[in-house]
Nanobody
């Protein structure tokens, strides 16, 4: 199983980015996928989750601004991030679980700064 996260970058406050998490060796339509983020000196925190039934959950800090979705044909999960704030700056990771094992992507840096 491999997860490839991409789409990060530098954006001004109020801007938008879309992160992608592409998978090989696992099908996202059968497994929940989550996005986490970790800022320097902080613990990794859960940002959003999409389950196999397409139900979603969001951290309070991103509710109404971020949207998690998936494309089954591309076996890819997205995180659309709008109205970005400086406090959203972090390395973003995607994760999925199969059985007792967690699989993580390599992380993509998001920097929100003017």
């Amino acid at each position: 199983v491999q997860l490839q996260a991409s789409g990060g970058g530098l954006v001004q406050p109020g801007g938008s980015l879309r992160l992608s998490c592409a998978a090989s060796g696992i099908r996202f339509n059968y497994n929940a996928v989550a996005w986490y983020r970790q800022a320097p000196g902080e613990e990794r925190e859960l940002v959003a989750t999409i389950r196999s039934d397409r139900s979603t959950n969001y951290a309070n800090a991103v509710k109404g601004r971020f949207t998690i979705s998936r494309d089954i044909a591309k076996n890819t999960v997205y995180l659309q991030m709008n109205s970005l704030k400086p406090e959203d700056s972090a390395v973003y990771f995607c994760k999925t679980t199969r059985g007792h094992y967690d699989f993580w992507g390599q992380g993509t840096q998001v920097t929100v700064s003017s």
